[in-house]
């Protein structure tokens, strides 16, 4: 077959319409044409077809992809997961993530750290519970134990602690001015390790913000948690 005619959709400009013998053949990204280097007046053959075929698909993928790091940092797996979901082939979806991870659109180690340092910027966050939540995200154990040693000092996961504890007694001294020192005790442990605390940091914070808090029956300051 040849290439008789090339010309752009009426309704998407930024494809284009090739006509081979006066017949439609197939509808394609600008993108694509430029790639092949057809051209009208080209010979075009069944495997050039497929070739064509393949790199609409390969394309396509990578622009959902980068639709889907447009809203917010991905994983590795995330993307894969939504161009699987999508229907792309494994080849395509190959092909995509090896582009994005070469121009560092994709970076399983920067995704990480940001992660983290957004995370702990909204609300206190323990490594614990940040470690659970990127491998659930498709980021390798290595991956993520790499960037929680870089971006949490262990000074700061116990101040971020102290200050989370001063937090939630202040509050719950608000509402529960009564509440029995243990009681309270009690309740901050397991909002803290809720919050994912290492149980060392989680004590520390205990009781030194119990021991700070100026109980009346001097209970605070007795004992572990």
Do not use: C
Not at 50 to 68: I, V
Not at 189 to 208: C, M, N, P, Q, S
């Amino acid at each position: 077959m040849k290439i008789t005619n090339i010309e752009s959709q009426k309704n998407r400009p930024e494809r284009r319409n090739i006509f081979a013998d006066g017949q439609f053949l197939i509808g394609v990204g600008a993108e694509t044409l430029i790639r092949s280097g057809l051209r009208r007046g080209d010979e075009i053959t069944p495997q050039t077809l497929s070739l064509l075929q393949r790199m609409e698909e390969t394309l396509g993928a990578k622009a959902a992809a980068l639709r889907f790091l447009t809203i917010r940092p991905r994983s590795e797996r995330e993307v894969r997961d939504k161009l699987r979901e999508k229907e792309f082939g494994p080849e395509e979806i190959e092909t995509t993530i090896n582009d994005l991870t070469k121009s560092r659109l994709l970076d399983d180690a920067e995704f990480a750290r940001a992660f983290i340092r957004n995370a702990t910027a909204i609300k206190p966050t323990g490594a614990i519970l940040l470690k659970r939540k990127l491998l659930l995200l498709g980021v390798k154990k290595e991956t993520v134990e790499q960037a929680l040693q870089e971006e949490l000092a262990e000074a700061d996961q116990h101040g971020a602690a102290a200050k989370a504890a001063t937090a939630f007694l202040k509050r719950a001294r608000t509402s529960r001015k009564q509440e029995n020192p243990s009681r309270l005790r009690a309740r901050l442990t397991a909002f803290l390790l809720r919050r994912g605390y290492t149980w060392d940091i989680v004590e520390h914070a205990v009781k030194k913000s119990m021991l700070g808090g100026g109980d009346e029956d001097g209970e605070a300051g007795k004992g572990g948690i």
